[in-house]
Structures are given as C-alpha cells and as structure tokens.
C-alpha cells in the first residue's frame, strides 16, 4: 500500500459525459502527479501541481482539467468522454518535484 | 529530447532462472533521476529503485540488482533466481521528464 487513495476504483460512463476523479496524496506529500495507461500509448504524464499551483503539463488534452485543493486532494476532470479515453488513470505523489513518486492504486475508465 | 527504451517487450523464464531487463535512455540534463517499477497483474505501479544519475554505484537488493553505466546510458535491472510472484510489467522512468519507458512483460513460470 503506497498511501496514495483514488475512487473510484472503476468508472463506466457513455461517450459524451463528464466524470471527475479523485486522489489523496500520501501524508506530507505535496505533490500529485496524473497519467494515463492505455494499450497502445503507454504510461502518458499528463500534470503535476504542487502545493496547489500547477507545476508542469504533459499531453493533456484541452478537454480535461485538474486542481489540487487547500488539502493537497486532487481531482482531474475529464470531459466530452471519447471511446479513446477509456484507460487506467493513475495519480501519484511525491514530498517535492524531483522525489520519488508513489502510485495510486489507479482507476480504471470504460467509456462506452 | 527525452526518450526511454526497453527494447524487450516481453521475456518468459522458469523459475530460478535469471533475468536480466534492459533500459535504455536518452537525455540531455546533466542531472537526471532513473527510476524502475513493477506492475503486477493486479495492476498498481510499485517503486522499486531510483538512481540519482550523479551516483554510479551499482546496486543490490535481496534477489534484485540494479547496473547503472552513464557511458552506456543503461540502467538494466537483473533479477536472480526469480520466482512465480516476480511475474508483472517493469517499467524503467526517466525523471527531470515524466517520460516512462514502454514496459517489459516478465512471465515467470513454475
């Protein structure tokens, strides 16, 4: 159990929907990180923020967002769902930028 | 550019056999962080080594070892006498990026 928590665990939506997804950092971590695992892109980074500004962005589409709240939590919203965004999305945190990051446990989209 | 390669997409061994997986990456920071992780069937993404690109001293851990050559830009990892349980995706990371190799699928079998 690394300590980070997402919910759900799974989430089966239609396209065209909006779905948000949430993560609890580790205790003392400042900061999250999200990716998405599909079949055929790999492990894509999408955003870090720390301390609750948005530090870094990688290939994250316009149609999906993130904050980090007062309480360090994070949500990553995603919208206009596609049949391509159905993958496992992971959040990960670490004390600072270039620590280690620790998984969650990941939550698993079906977009239908 | 930052890239990392594991040109091995998929490995089977018996049990006890070693194993060696390979890491292969490309950067141009002269600081730099490697990372390798395992995901199991079950699917989370477990940590399992970081090495600072400053400190070249091998590694071992239990049945795990880890050989880090800057002149090669290598980072493999070897696991000896593996068992059933080593079995899952390890995927090597390259940090000041968020780049994640493409994974190397272990099947460790009885």
């Known amino acids: 159990d690394s300590g980070v928590t997402q919910t759900p665990k799974h989430l089966i939506t239609a396209t065209g929907q909006r779905v948000t997804l949430r993560c609890s950092p580790r205790?003392?971590?400042?900061?999250v990180y999200w990716y998405q695992q599909s079949l055929d892109q790999g492990l894509q980074f999408l955003i870090q923020?720390?301390?609750?500004?948005?530090?870094a962005k990688g290939n994250i589409l316009e149609r999906f967002s993130a904050q980090q709240f007062p309480d360090l939590h994070s949500e990553l919203n995603l919208s206009s769902l596609e049949l391509g965004d159905s993958a496992l999305y992971f959040c990960?945190?670490?004390?600072?930028?270039?620590?280690?990051?620790?998984f969650g446990p990941g939550t698993r989209l079906t977009v239908l | 550019a930052q890239k990392v390669t594991q040109a091995q997409t998929e490995i089977s061994v018996v049990e006890k056999e070693d194993v060696t997986l390979d890491c292969v990456y490309e950067?141009?920071?002269?600081?730099?962080?490697l990372f390798w992780y395992k995901q199991p069937p079950s699917g989370e993404l477990v940590f399992l080594i970081r090495r600072n690109s400053f400190d070249e001293q091998n590694e071992i851990s239990g049945r795990y070892s880890w050989n880090f050559q800057k002149s090669t830009s290598s980072f493999n990892f070897t696991i000896t006498a593996s068992q059933v349980v080593d079995s899952a995706v390890y995927f090597c990371?390259?940090?000041?990026?968020?780049?994640f190799g493409p994974g190397t699928r272990l099947s460790v079998l009885p």
């Open positions: 990960a945190s670490s004390v600072q930028g270039v620590d280690t990051q620790y």
């Open positions: 990371a390259l940090r000041l990026s968020f780049v």
């Open positions: 950067t141009r920071d002269t600081t730099y962080y």
């Open positions: 923020y720390y301390n609750g500004e948005e530090r």
């Open positions: 205790s003392g971590d400042l900061s």
